[in-house]
């Protein structure tokens, strides 16, 4: 039979583990929330989600300019003040959709080579 001091040695034995075992899964999840944290910018940034394309001015009035891919897609902007001919490279935001073209969208253009007479 057990005297009483080796049962509560056991006991406080017995607490200390359950104590470091508490400290140890809390410094675990205190671990996997700040590498968790660190790599999600670094792993958002790595998705792209802009990309560039040259073009060219198809045509260009007050109410809108229609500009066409190298690929031979057709896109209209409602920003005027471009000119028919125009060389232009097109910023275009993916809207998370890699797989399909069909719906990004023009950011900007940046006009390589102006034609402004051309109109």
């Known amino acids: 039979m057990r005297d009483y001091k080796s049962e509560v040695r056991e006991m406080e034995r017995r ?6 075992k508490n400290i140890q899964e809390t410094l675990g999840a205190i671990f996997v929330g700040v590498v968790f944290f660190l790599l999600l910018p670094i792993a958002v940034g790595a998705i ?14 007050s109410t809108g300019t229609l500009v066409e891919d190298v690929t031979g897609n057709l896109w209209e902007i409602e920003d005027s003040g471009y000119h028919k001919g125009d060389e232009v490279t097109i910023l275009f935001y993916t809207n998370g959709t890699d797989h399909n073209r069909q719906d990004d969208e023009i950011v900007k253009l940046f006009v390589k080579k102006s034609n402004k007479g051309d109109n």
């Open 48 to 61: 792209e989600t802009h990309y560039t394309m040259a073009g060219e001015i198809v045509s260009s009035k």
């Open 15 to 20: 607490e200390r583990a359950r104590k470091v």
